[in-house]
T-cell receptor, first 111, second 114 residues
Framework: KNEVEQSPQNLTAQEGEFITINCSYS?????LHWLQQHPGGGIVSLFM???GKKKHGRLIATINIQEKHSSLHITASHPRDSAVYIC?????????????FGKGTKLSVKP | DTGVSQNPRHKITKRGQNVTFRCDPI?????LYWYRQTLGQGPEFLTY????????KSRLLSDRFSAERPKGSFSTLEIQRTEQGDSAMYLC????????????FGPGTRLLVL
């Protein structure tokens, strides 16, 4: 079974700051998911990546498959980025099937 | 809106009652997942379907829980004889089976068992 660790658990930043959230997992995988959860519960899939880097607007996700580590970066953070960010990996190391989730990083961006 | 929908969004029930939740996936998606999320934790896998077949069930899914997807479209999750420990957010996600599939999540059903 894959195990997922995220850090930090909580993060407070000032508007405009560069944010980094880290995720480590124990079993080799072919793809990792980054998800965003706003108060009220709705989850949005941000990225699914298997190598290198992906960018969407102010969000950048990187992954190092050999080191079993991924980072999510937010440039020029804004209060609307305040949410819980969760990384998830396949349970059995493959690219299909159910996901194992980290506990999430609660980000609060102050104006 | 063609996203994943869940009903009801909130449910308050008394201990011992049965509850049923519904999930309508994105129409062309053949995979459907149920997850449970308790406060301060990430979601935990409960079960998933490919079309109408239930392919995997977590050990978290006790005998009081049953899920169906009778026609391979919408799914229901029923909890019988609810307990206070069942209070959680129940999330549904759907995807199109493939090599690297993205799961699309519904808004969740928040259950409170009194």
């Amino acid at each position: 079974k894959n195990e997922v660790e995220q850090s930090p658990q909580n993060l407070t930043a000032q508007e405009g700051e560069f944010i980094t959230i880290n995720c480590s997992y124990s079993v080799g995988i072919s793809a990792l998911h980054w998800l965003q959860q706003h108060p009220g519960g709705g989850i949005v899939s941000l990225f699914m990546l298997s190598s290198g880097k992906k960018k969407h607007g102010r969000l950048i996700a990187t992954i190092n498959i050999q080191e079993k580590h991924s980072s999510l970066h937010i440039t020029a953070s804004h209060p609307r980025d305040s949410a819980v960010y969760i990384c998830a990996v396949p349970n059995y190391g493959g690219s299909q099937g159910n996901l194992i989730f980290g506990k999430g990083t609660k980000l609060s961006v102050k104006p | 809106d063609t996203g994943v929908s869940q009903n009801p969004r909130h449910k308050i029930t008394k201990r011992g009652q049965n509850v049923t939740f519904r999930c309508d996936p994105i129409s062309e998606h053949n995979r459907l997942y149920w997850y449970r999320q308790t406060l301060g934790q990430g979601p935990e896998f409960l079960t998933y379907f490919q079309n109408e077949a239930q392919l995997e069930k977590s050990r978290l899914l006790s005998d009081r829980f049953s899920a169906e997807r009778p026609k391979g479209s919408f799914s229901t999750l029923e909890i019988q004889r609810t307990e206070q420990g069942d209070s959680a957010m129940y999330l549904c996600a759907s995807s199109l089976a493939g090599n690297q599939e993205t799961q699309y999540f519904g808004p969740g059903t928040r259950l409170l068992v009194l």
